[in-house]
């Protein structure tokens, strides 16, 4: 089947772009004698984290939410960990079933609440493996760095818990646009994260994993002695928000696009494509990017602003471009994009190889 054949709107995963983007980090984050711990929550696709997987140099998989995790380790994944706290009493029950179904599930915590509640579900048979969630200075999750220790020492005192070791994702410097000052950052907060894992370590030799960092940062992550692996997640798809940052390392290439079809050109120099707020995530400042044969089309402009489910096209006047027409488009944020569909297809070139469901979507619990 030919790409153009497909219903539009619907996503695309070039073949090549992306296993380039695996290799292409995979060789990355070895070359410092890193591992990476890939996020899913980026594409949702239990297809996508096999892959990463079986690229080899990867420590597990990660998930944001207990649900996402439970849809992995039913799709036959069995290293995952969770980047969020699960609190709620009834999802720490549903953790402890998890728990007992693969053989490797880690989740983080930051709170004594939430310690004693997991330290109810683990067994000194079956233990759950916990590590310490520490705030970079961003105030999303995490303890603050000065009573990290303390909290690692706290789920080190129960023995149906396991301090496996210390999360710090400065997700806030993903997108600064200069590497130098991104880097900079980076580089202060993770070394204070590397000092409270080093802490932990020499007084509890079960803490072996120091994690956090992800595609924006990741240049300056692999510099931190102390970090065992990598969470990077957009490396693999790519977005127009990440594209335009200043990487500081490889790379990566655009390997998802949406195919959109003009459904109304009555203006000269504009048409209305079947992809608005609905089927592209809005991201201010970094819109959808048309992209033909594997060039940037600068020349083009897409605005969200005619609402849920049209979205409006400005192009020089000189194109031509009729109603019935498609267009391809790198998506302005991958992740909360592609959880607006139900499956992506797989290209090369013009032909469809294959179709992967996005079996996480709306997996938020
Ligand atoms: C905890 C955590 N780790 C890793 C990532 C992956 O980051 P990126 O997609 O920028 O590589 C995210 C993304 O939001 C995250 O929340």
Redesign the pocket.
Known sequence: MNKRELDTPALLLDADLFERNLLLMGDFVSSYGKKLRP?A??HKCPQIAKKQLEKGNCAGI?A?KLSEAEALAASGINDILI?SPVTAPMKIARLGKLNKSISSLKVVADSPEQIRLLARQGTAENPLHVLVDVDPEMGRTGVPFGEAFSLGRFIASFPSLILDGVQC?A?HL?HIVSFAQRAGECTRLMKKGAEVFHELKKEFPSCRIYTGG???TSPADVLIEELTDI?????CLMDSEYLAVEHGGPAFFPALTLLSGVISRHRKGEATIDAGTKEIYVTPGAPPKVIRRGKICEEYRYSWDFGDEHGHLFFPENVVLRSGDTLEMIVSHC?PTVNLFDRLYVVKGEEVLDCWEITLRGCCR
């Open positions: 996020h929550k980026t990660c944001a980047t994702y997700g993903q992800g595609t924006g969470q990077a997640g957009s490396y992740d």
